[in-house]
């Protein structure tokens, strides 16, 4: 709340400087931070009274939002990648699906490898767990293991994270 928007009847108010002017009348702290050309902030509503800080709303708020947008561009977003195997997959396959994990990886990005069974194959399920075990065997110079191979239905999943990232 701003300037008029404060119906409290007093408030202890704080100037620019963040020295306390005590506790006066809302309409007597609205004056002197109208003599400064300044707003008047409810900063804490809870207290009994509210505390009002004298200040640059808009400077403020404009500060805001230049620490926030900074925070954003710093922010790293993790993407996840999948990588689909097979319980049949041949050996150079592998090879081929290895290197785009790695490269995912190195680019900071997770990587889920996924294997689907078909047909009769889910009654194998060991198969596509060595595939898997082999696979992660492969990426462990590059990643970590977050969450181990498990079978959800027809599928079985396991999501590698990058080394460096933690």
């Not at 082999?134 to 462990?140: P, T, Y």
């Amino acid at each position: 709340m701003i300037n008029e928007e404060i119906r409290d009847r007093e408030v202890r108010v704080v100037d620019q400087n963040g020295e306390q002017l005590g506790i006066m009348p809302t309409r007597q702290a609205l004056e002197k931070a109208e003599e400064l050309n300044l707003d008047l902030v409810k900063i804490v509503p809870k207290a009994v009274p509210p505390v009002c800080k004298i200040m640059d709303y808009g400077k403020y708020r404009f500060e805001q939002s230049k620490k926030e947008r900074e925070f954003r561009k710093n922010q790293k977003v993790i993407n996840i990648k999948e990588v689909r195997l097979s319980a049949t997959i041949e050996d150079h396959d592998v090879d081929v699906k290895v290197k785009n994990a790695i490269k995912f990886l190195k680019e900071g990005n997770k990587v889920k490898a996924t294997i689907r069974f078909r047909g009769r194959q889910i009654t194998h399920s060991e198969i596509g767990r060595q595939v898997m075990t082999d696979f992660a065997e492969r990426i462990k110079d590059y990643g970590k293991i977050d969450k181990p191979p498990a079978i959800e239905g027809r599928n079985m999943s396991m999501i590698v994270s990058p080394k460096d990232a933690n």
